[in-house]
T-cell receptor
């Protein structure tokens, strides 16, 4: 199957700082990528849809100024958590579509102190 | 009513048992059906992909789609402790951007 690489795997930061998470499709081009958030023992929560060359589409209740998404190329999307606070601590997962299939990155555990 | 319903479990079975995981859905337009396996603190991994109705087999895994009943299943034969994970069903229509996911079923295989 297709490979999606996500970095970093985990990050610890101080409250008020910004954190960038990268998501790359390694062996295919992805015009559409998705960012999810997941709390312990809960299902995936879609945050936003990232389209190459255009603005991301955010789900209801997700602050676009807090979670900045950039999809500058067909193989790279980034999620920046700006001015992170402890309540932003969570597991973030990216995914990329190849035809009707969705392939996921390995996830990023963010801990904000 | 959710578009996709999946029993969250938890489901616990002994090693070697046949496991049956299921999802029901309400949108008859869904054409593409997927099963993902997610280990703790990892991203979901695509296990099975099926288009329209029918069965698909891959090793110990069999996916079934019954569009008339709006019901999909994943069977795991000769279950192993390493199969312990959360299993998510997902589906979509042609041309749609997003997949619709079930809640996920937590499965534990006991040695």
């Amino acid at each position: 199957g297709a490979v999606v690489s996500q970095h970093p795997s985990w990050v610890i930061c101080k409250s008020g700082t910004s954190v960038k998470i990268e998501c790359r499709s390694l062996d295919f081009q992805a015009t559409t990528m998705f960012w999810y958030r997941q709390f312990p023992k809960q299902s995936l929560m879609l945050m936003a849809t990232s389209n190459e060359g255009s603005k991301a589409t955010y789900e209801q209740g997700v602050e676009k100024d807090k979670f900045l998404i950039n999809h500058a190329s067909l193989t790279l999307s980034t999620l920046t958590v700006t001015s992170a606070h402890p309540e932003d601590s969570s597991f973030y997962i990216c995914s990329a579509r190849e035809a009707e299939k969705l392939f996921f990155g390995s996830g990023t555990q963010l801990s904000v102190l | 009513q959710k578009e996709v319903e999946q029993d969250p479990g938890p489901l616990s079975v002994p090693e070697g048992a046949i496991v049956s995981l299921n999802c029901t859905y309400s949108n008859s337009a869904f054409q593409y059906f997927m099963w993902y396996r997610q280990y703790s603190r990892k991203g979901p991994e695509l296990l099975m992909y099926t288009y329209s109705s029918g069965n698909k087999e891959d090793g110990r895994f069999t996916a079934q789609v019954d569009k008339s009943s709006k019901y999909i299943s994943l069977f795991i034969r000769d279950s192993q402790p390493s199969d312990s994970a959360t299993y998510l069903c997902a589906m979509t229509v042609q041309g749609a951007q997003k997949l619709v996911f079930g809640q996920g079923t937590r499965l534990t295989i006991n040695p």
